[in-house]
């Protein structure tokens, strides 16, 4: 059995169609989108064949597609005799790694999901109808320490560093006007590109304080059970101790932000003898992992296991 790192990838991996090539060829994947469906009311196949991106990109939908794709990886990775020491998910992506980690059973974690997603998107919409036009935008060549120097130096309301990706690209979040006027100050300060980001909310940041206290209080009804495996939280980029714990922190997550790049570390110094599968959608983790000395191997496709199964063996 080959032991791994299991990376789980959040929202804005999605794209139309992703894992039906998986869906066709195991019958594992079938079984969880039966699954995913009735406990959701949605038909996730139609949806990946026919929806167009704007569709997949709404919060509720995105959430639910992206978590679905994650767990029919993490079935087929299995299939193939592999098994994850440790694991970490990507804001979204950590509901993935706490089911992996036997802490939630997949039926719970897609009704969690179902309610996260529709809680953020509602809450996304109220910011935007209170404040104005929200944002986010990656910032390229800054690190998140010193982006976080220049908005609170800066003095404009309602921006924040919001995602830590890695040593060089950060992601803020907050109001459009407000990106807008701290952009010649990361420019001045050596960021060498800033780009726009599709999404439908400030997450993580302090402006979805109501979508935590709502999502505070549906935690408090799921049953979580303590990890079998150490899994990373994203809010302070150490391994979670308890159940109770990991119901904190996913809370806290919501108007967090995201420490990538310090799990990418922990990760690194930790298990450096250790291969990495992201277990879901696209290759967004697998390339904020190039920089490091941990070897990490997409598995959202057919193509992706097959590569999978020819380059890892057991050491």
């Not at 995913?36 to 509720?60: I, P």
């Not at 978590?67 to 694991?87: D, F, G, H, M, W």
């Not at 910011?127 to 010193?146: H, P, R, T, W």
């Not at 408090?220 to 150490?238: C, G, L, M």
Request: charged share 25%; with cysteine.
């Amino acid at each position: 059995m080959v032991k791994y790192v299991a990376l789980f990838p959040g929202q804005g991996a999605q794209f139309p169609q992703m894992g039906l090539d998986l869906y066709d060829k195991y019958e594992k994947v079938r079984d969880l989108f039966t699954l995913a469906g009735d406990v959701t009311h949605t038909d996730f196949y139609n949806l990946l064949k026919t929806g167009e991106e704007e569709e997949l990109q709404k919060t509720h939908n995105t959430q639910l597609l992206i978590t679905l794709i994650n767990r029919c990886c993490s079935v087929v990775v299995k299939e193939k005799n592999y098994q994850p020491v440790v694991a970490a998910g990507f804001s979204l992506g950590e509901l993935s790694a706490y089911t992996e980690a036997s802490m939630l059973d997949e039926e719970t974690l897609f009704s969690l999901v179902m309610h996260r997603g529709t809680i953020m998107a509602r809450h996304g919409e109220m910011v935007q109808k209170e404040l104005g036009q929200i944002g986010m935008a990656a910032v390229m060549n800054l690190s998140f320490d010193k982006i976080d120097e220049i908005i609170t130096q800066s003095n404009i309301k309602h921006i924040y560093a919001a995602n830590d990706n890695s040593t060089s690209q950060v992601v803020v979040a907050g109001l459009f006007s407000s990106i807008s006027q701290i952009e010649p100050l990361l420019k001045e300060a050596g960021a060498k590109r800033i780009i726009p980001l599709k999404v439908s909310g400030p997450f993580h940041t302090p402006l979805m304080e109501g979508a935590k206290i709502e999502f505070e209080e549906i935690l408090k009804n799921i049953e979580f059970s303590d990890p079998t495996f150490p899994v990373y939280s994203n809010v302070h980029a150490k391994v979670v101790q308890s159940k109770d714990e990991a119901k904190e922190l996913l809370a806290k997550q919501l108007t967090s932000p995201v420490r990538w790049s310090s799990i990418v570390t922990e990760v690194e110094q930790s298990y450096p003898t250790h291969k990495a599968i992201e277990v879901g959608p696209n290759k967004v983790l697998t390339g904020l992992f190039r920089s490091t000395n941990v070897v990490c191997y997409p598995s959202g496709s057919v193509g992706d296991i097959e590569r999978i199964e020819k380059e890892m063996r057991d050491e």
